[in-house]
């Protein structure tokens, strides 16, 4: 099982580093300085582990609704990760936004997914 799950299982563990470690840390890092680079950084690592799950169990997927299914555990793991913010860590905040900006890039992801998906079987054959 971890052998198949390695790439998600290493980004899941890469964004709960970066969810629960102090606030500060990042205080440091300041490439670029606009208001909402923090919603933007969920997006795209929500995005990128969407895709990485489906991509890693796409031979799995016999319709939509099981894709869909597969999405929730991005979902439920963002959720858990902001709840966690809110309640273990003195430094960090749960915010609703960050949710709806995970939320936005699982949904984009499996927008993607569902435009690239006839391509890529149709190459397969």
């Known amino acids: 099982m971890i052998k198949n799950n390695k790439f998600s299982i290493l980004i899941s563990l890469i964004i709960l580093y970066l969810s629960l470690a102090n606030a500060k840390t990042f205080e440091k890092v300041e490439l670029f300085d606009f208001k909402y680079l923090d919603k933007l950084v969920h997006f795209g690592l929500y995005f990128v582990f969407t895709l990485i799950v489906i991509y890693e169990h796409r031979?799995?997927?016999?319709?939509?609704r099981q894709?869909?299914?597969i999405a929730l555990i991005p979902f439920a793991f963002g959720s858990l990760m902001e709840i966690c913010q809110a309640d273990f860590t003195a430094t960090r905040t749960g915010d609703i936004l960050d949710v709806m900006a995970n939320t936005g890039g699982i949904l984009s992801?499996?927008?993607?997914?569902?435009?690239i998906n006839p391509y890529y079987r149709q190459k397969i054959k």
């Open 59 to 64: 031979n799995y997927f016999k319709n939509t």
């Open 67 to 69: 894709l869909l299914l």
């Open 109 to 115: 992801a499996l927008y993607l997914w569902l435009i």
